[in-house]
């Protein structure tokens, strides 16, 4: 691509990031047209095109075919499930909350929970490969952006990988889950996701600051070792209107 090209749209990008922060462009409302654009600002379609992609991978702006570019009332939280899983060199988790918010736009940050021994609920029991009740390790957070909680999540792992490491402790743990599973020779070879949109209980009416008349995502990953082994079990309950999951999966 040409760097000039590259460097219109990003300044172009920038200008309309500037008018929907300061309100020029306010939540709810739409943006002028494609050919508004290209006259306001004297550059082609195709960049206008390109700055209104970049709008759109930051969950600032959403459009559809035959309508006009529209602000959404908050930014979307665009979560790649590959981004999470991928390791460095070391074996250590190569994307951290704060750095996807950051790629986004905003400010992330973690609210230690519960850290410690927990009975292993039925549902988690059974992806875990334990009784229910049987004593797990449990790290509960909650997920901030721009200091608003906008997801709950709790990882569960078996005690004889967790016990005596940094998932034990009340702090977060460098490199994540897969640092701790390279120091005790395991490694995650494949992960399985499953999605639901449950009403929300109680708990997460209260942590996410919703009623039970919104909608919540509930996300459960269940990590395995080589032999089938099942390593840990994350479950991340998300405000349905704060988040936007994408995957991209090769065709075999």
Not at 57 to 77: F, P, T
Not at 118 to 137: K, Q, R, S
Request: aromatic letters at 4%; glycine letters at 8%.
């Amino acid at each position: 691509m040409d760097d000039r090209h590259v460097k219109r749209y990003e300044d172009l990008a920038a200008t309309l990031r500037g008018r929907i922060e300061d309100g020029t462009y306010p939540a709810g409302s739409e943006l002028p047209t494609v050919q508004q654009m290209t006259t306001e600002h004297g550059v082609a379609v195709v960049t206008v095109q390109a700055a209104l992609r970049t709008l759109r991978r930051e969950g600032l702006v959403d459009s559809g075919q035959g309508r006009r570019s529209r602000v959404l009332a908050k930014r979307a939280i665009i979560s790649h499930s590959a981004s999470y899983l991928a390791q460095d060199g070391d074996g250590r988790q190569s994307l951290t909350w704060a750095q996807h918010m950051a790629s986004l736009g905003m400010r992330g940050e973690q609210i230690l929970g519960h850290v410690g021994e927990a009975p292993a609920p039925e549902d988690i029991a059974e992806h875990l490969d334990v009784a229910p009740g049987d004593p797990v390790m449990l790290r509960g957070r909650d997920m901030v952006a721009d200091r608003e909680v906008v997801e709950l999540a709790d990882s569960w792992y078996p005690l004889d990988i967790a016990s005596g490491t940094g998932l034990a402790q009340r702090r977060l743990v460098r490199g994540g889950f897969p640092a701790v599973l390279a120091a005790r020779g395991l490694r995650a070879v494949e992960v399985e996701e499953i999605v639901t949109s449950p009403v929300p209980g109680p708990e997460a009416c209260e942590r996410l600051r919703i009623t039970p008349d919104d909608r919540i995502l509930r996300k459960i990953r269940v990590y395995y070792a080589e032999d089938g082994r099942p390593l840990a079990v994350d479950v991340s309950t998300m405000r349905a209107d704060r988040h936007e999951l994408r995957y991209r999966l090769p065709v075999h």
